[in-house]
C-alpha cells in the first residue's frame, strides 16, 4: 500500500532528511497511530543510521498536520486540572531557583507553544515580565481573555521579537512538534541575551517506557510528534544550534506510562470533554494509575531511564 494511501486523510506528505544530521539513511522501527485522537492513518516511526534520531518518515505535510490539532487538543471550557497546575507551578519553580541564582530582579520570558496561558499567568504573578507563542487559535483566544496575556498568534518562525530581548525562553513538550528542531532551536539562541537559560522538555524515546510499549507508547502522540530524542541526541541538536547543554535530566513524570496503559481510552476523554473531569471514570481510573506510577516512574529517573527529559541550555555569552 503506497504512503499516501496509509496516512489516510493526510494524503499531502513530505520524507525528509535526518532533522539532525542531514542523513538519508534510516530503518523502520515501528508503523505509528494516532491513539489520541483516533484520526486515520499509518505513520512511519523510523531512526537515523548516522546519529540515531528517531522521527517520523514519511510524515504530513505542514499544510496536512493541521487537520491533527482541532480545537478538542486543549482543555479550553473547563478550570485548568490540578495536574496542569503542578506541571505549571513545577516548571515556575525551575525558573525561580535559576533566577535567584543569576539575581535577576524582573527577567523577560518567552514561552514558545504556550498552549492557554496558565504558566505564564502564574510567572507574570511571580513578577516576571512575560510573552507567548502558541500556534492554536483558540488557546490564544484564552489565554488573552482570560489571563490578559501577551501572546503571539503564530509559529516561532513567523513571530516579529527583537533578538537578544529574553533572559529566559522555556519550550515545555514543544521541540517533537517542530518541523525543523535545530533550526528553531538556532532561533532561539538568537532571541537570548548572552548568558540566558532555555529550559525545554521532551519525551525520552529512549526510556524503558518507551521501549516496553514501542508504536502503543502515548508519548509518541504520532503523527503530532514528528521527532524523538534520547540525552545524546538532545544534547547534539542543542550543540548544533550554538547552545551550552549545562544538564540534561530524566523527569519523574507519569504522563507517558500512564495514559500507555490507558491506551485508547485517552481519545475517549477528549471527545467527551464536555463532561467535568472530576466525575469521569476515566480520569478516576487515571488518578489511581498516576498513583501507582509515581514509585516507578520516580525509580526509572534515578537510574536514567526516564520517561521524559529537561534540559537546561545557556547561551554563551560575548567574549
Known amino acids: 500500500m503506497v504512503v ?22 534510516a530503518r523502520t522501527l515501528f508503523i505509528a497511530r494516532d491513539r489520541l485522537l483516533g484520526r486515520p492513518g499509518e505513520f512511519p516511526v523510523v531512526r537515523c543510521t548516522s546519529c540515531g534520531l528517531v ?4 510524515r504530513p505535510s505542514p499544510s496536512a498536520l493541521g487537520s491533527f490539532y482541532p480545537d478538542t487538543y486543549y482543555p479550553l471550557d473547563q478550570q485548568p486540572s490540578r495536574e496542569a497546575f503542578a506541571v505549571a507551578e513545577g516548571l515556575l519553580a525551575r525558573i525561580t531557583e535559576w533566577r535567584r541564582g543569576q539575581r535577576l530582579e524582573t527577567p523577560s520570558i518567552l514561552d514558545i507553544g504556550c498552549g492557554t496561558g496558565l504558566f505564564l499567568h502564574l510567572a507574570h504573578e511571580a513578577g516576571l515580565r512575560v510573552r507567548g507563542i502558541e500556534l492554536s487559535e483558540s488557546a490564544v483566544a484564552y489565554a488573552r481573555a482570560n489571563y490578559g496575556l501577551d501572546v503571539h498568534h503564530g509559529t516561532l518562525e513567523n513571530a516579529d521579537l527583537p533578538e537578544e530581548s529574553f533572559d529566559i525562553i522555556t519550550m515545555w513538550h514543544v521541540l517533537e512538534h517542530l518541523p525543523s528542531p535545530v533550526e528553531a532551536l ?31 507508547w502515548f508519548s509518541l502522540d504520532a503523527p503530532r510528534h514528528l521527532s524523538h530524542f534520547t540525552p545524546r541526541t538532545l544534547a547534539a541538536a542543542l550543540i548544533a544550534a550554538g547552545l551550552i547543554p549545562r544538564r540534561i535530566i530524566h523527569s519523574p513524570g507519569t504522563a507517558g506510562l500512564v495514559y500507555s496503559v490507558m491506551g485508547d481510552l485517552t481519545g475517549v476523554m477528549l471527545k467527551a470533554r464536555g463532561r467535568p473531569l472530576s466525575d469521569s471514570t476515566y480520569h478516576r481510573a487515571a488518578n489511581v494509575l498516576h498513583c501507582i506510577a509515581r514509585p516507578l516512574c520516580a525509580g526509572a529517573a534515578r537510574i536514567g531511564q526516564g520517561g521524559a527529559l529537561e534540559a537546561y541550555a545557556i547561551k554563551p555569552k560575548v567574549r
Do not use: T
Not at 496516512?7 to 532528511?17: F, L, N
Open 4 to 25: 499516501e494511501e496509509r496516512m489516510g486523510q493526510a494524503a499531502s506528505v513530505e520524507s525528509p532528511d535526518c532533522l539532525l544530521c542531514g542523513s538519508s539513511s
Open 55 to 58: 522521527f517520523l518518515r514519511p
Open 186 to 216: 538556532r532561533r532561539v539562541a538568537r532571541l537570548l541575551r548572552p548568558g540566558g537559560l532555555l529550559l525545554l522538555g521532551v519525551p525520552n524515546i529512549g526510556s524503558i517506557e518507551a521501549r516496553i510499549f514501542g508504536r502503543r
